[in-house]
């Protein structure tokens, strides 16, 4: 039996995985070489405490005013477009007190999922990407940001999780290299984190040592299809210019995975399927030795800012621009990134390798973006295409891909082997929007 994976991204290569694993020919697509997709400049987080969807309350009219700051964290560049407008209608639509609460559990459910199947990876000898199991903290230093993650607290309590509430003082002791400046915090002792870079370069490893057949360079260009099935994806070569190179090949598929990120919807569109989706520009930077050791992965909850610990490392990101996809750098959201550290953590800010990012050249060159396939209500398109009985989509993760990464791939396998799924996936159906 043979699975075509369409995208190298985590999500694709995850499925690729658990696909092999179950004993299916895999071939993989990918448009690129499999070093430069979203997840590279990933913050690692493998959170539970992250089961409220992008879709929430108060998210639009937050956004509606971030708009007004090139620094802010929230950003939609004005377009005609009609998809950015229906993705943001749908948007406005789900972010309900409802979907919120209806989304929790089977969002939870995914997490943790994924993190056991990640900790198995860990513990498997195949690889070695800083597994840490420290807890995640999110920190607010305003009195409406206290109560809404207090708010968050009692739910994940009452879901199971395991979390302290943190005063300033018990703040400062948490992190004493930090000068923390914040009203509290919240820990979530359940979530973990990894080096998704060393993640992403092993994976492809591991997957060729064991048969997986990974094409780069290629770009799928439609399907053949017959009796309602994918019975062939063509595709073709996007290295080569000579006429002869970039002919259109085909390969023969039993299945087909749709796992290629914020390019999903338009291919998803080339097999007759309807997936509204947007891409979110998301910005990083990462420190090399800094001197000043953060002991917590966390998140300003204001800001929208997130700082990851590695041995020798520091990443620090932040923003969603929603729009077209571009090269282009906006250096002053990055630099209210930067800015956001200091108000939170000095101490951090403090750090000689921190504060060498203050010459713009310096960050410009240092800083790295990557796009979110975002789905319109937060929740990631996970199941079988409503056109053909044969394709399988696994996308639309929003900023938490690497979280339900090995999740998600190990869904798709037991989707295409029809197994009984180790979790319900009917909320995440692709075909929601398209009833």
Known sequence: MRAIIIGGGVIGLSAAYYLQQDGWEVTLLERGDLTDNCSFGNMGYLSPSHFVPLASPGVVGQGLLWLLNPESPFYIRPSLDWKLFDWGLKFMRAATP????????????????SKAETKGWADSGLFDFDYTEHGCVMWYNTPKGKKSELATARRAEDLGLRVTILNPEQAQAL??????????????HDDAHLYPNALMEQLPNVLQRRGVQLLRHCEVVGFECAN???????????????AANN???????????????????????????YLPMMPGKGYSVTVEAPQRRLNY????????????????RLRIGSTMEIGHMDN????????????????????????????????????????WFGYRPLSADGLPYLGFGRAHRNLIIATGHCMIGVSMAAGSGKLVAELASGRPTSISVEPFDPKRYSR
């Open 247 to 273: 002919a259109e090949e085909r390969l023969v598929a039993d299945v087909v995975v749709l796992a290629a990120g914020s390019w999903s919807a338009h291919l998803a569109r080339l097999s007759g399927e």
């Open 228 to 242: 309602g099935r994918i019975s062939k994806v063509r595709y073709r070569s996007t290295k080569s210019t000579g």
């Open 98 to 113: 409802a979907h919120v609460e209806r989304s929790a559990r089977p969002l939870l459910d995914l997490l943790l999922l």
């Open 175 to 188: 992190e004493p290299n930090a000068k923390v400046q914040v009203l509290g915090g919240v820990l979530y």
């Open 297 to 312: 992965p966390c998140i300003f909850k204001e800001a929208k800012v997130a700082l990851t610990p590695w041995p020798n």
């Open 328 to 367: 282009r750098i906006r250096l002053r959201r990055v630099q209210g990134i930067l800015r956001a550290v200091k108000q939170y953590m000095p101490g951090i800010a403090e750090d000689p390798s921190v504060r060498a990012l203050q010459d713009a050249e310096v960050l410009r060159q240092r800083a």
